[in-house]
């Protein structure tokens, strides 16, 4: 049985943000869905929210096509919170799934190994259950191929911010 339903984003991180921004939204036409700074990151993941936080982009989500994105990180914040993987600007790619703990499950019993994120490669529960949850509001899981390449396996949660993104701005012929 096919678990994963579509290819969600694929992740690169970025030297020049705006001009990659500028690139793919002005030269390309594709549409920018929403920008997450580094003070949603640092809520994210625990971390104390320092003034100005708020004014430096993190994460900004360029839509391709209906719900498939380049989702691009910016790594030249002063602080160098996000670091540029020694590959180059592939950082990690995602899928979306209809059923999150089933699918961790399934590709668990598969042999596929389901770790915590690509900074913590420990291995997630599966009993209880864990999942991680997005500031867009995905359920979200991670594991890695056999080359050690992080895979993001996302839950929309019916009002993540991508689904609400595409109700307002569907794309018109």
């Known amino acids: 049985m096919r678990k994963m339903k579509s290819l969600f984003h694929i992740n690169l991180t970025v030297q020049d943000w705006d001009k990659m921004v500028d690139f793919y939204c002005n030269k390309c036409g594709f549409d920018q869905c929403f920008v997450l700074t580094k003070a949603d990151m640092n809520k994210m993941f625990g971390a104390p929210v320092n003034p100005g936080d708020d004014q430096v982009p993190w994460i900004t989500y360029i ?73 867009d509001k995905c359920r979200i899981a991670w594991m890695l191929d056999p080359e050690g390449n992080p895979i993001e396996v996302m839950e929309q949660s019916g009002e993540s911010t991508q689904e609400l993104f595409e109700r307002e701005h569907p794309i018109g012929e």
């Not at 602080?79 to 059923?99: I, K, L, Q, S, Y």
């Not at 499950?105 to 599966?126: E, F, V």
């Open 63 to 135: 839509r391709v096509a209906p719900n498939q994105y380049l989702e691009l990180v910016n790594c030249a914040t002063k602080d160098g919170a996000v670091t540029r993987p020694a590959n180059g600007a592939f950082h990690h790619m995602a899928f979306t799934v209809e059923d999150l703990e089933y699918t961790a499950r399934a590709m668990a019993a598969a042999g596929a190994p389901l770790i915590h994120s690509p900074l913590d490669r420990t291995p997630i529960s599966l009993d209880p259950f864990e999942c991680g949850i997005g500031q």
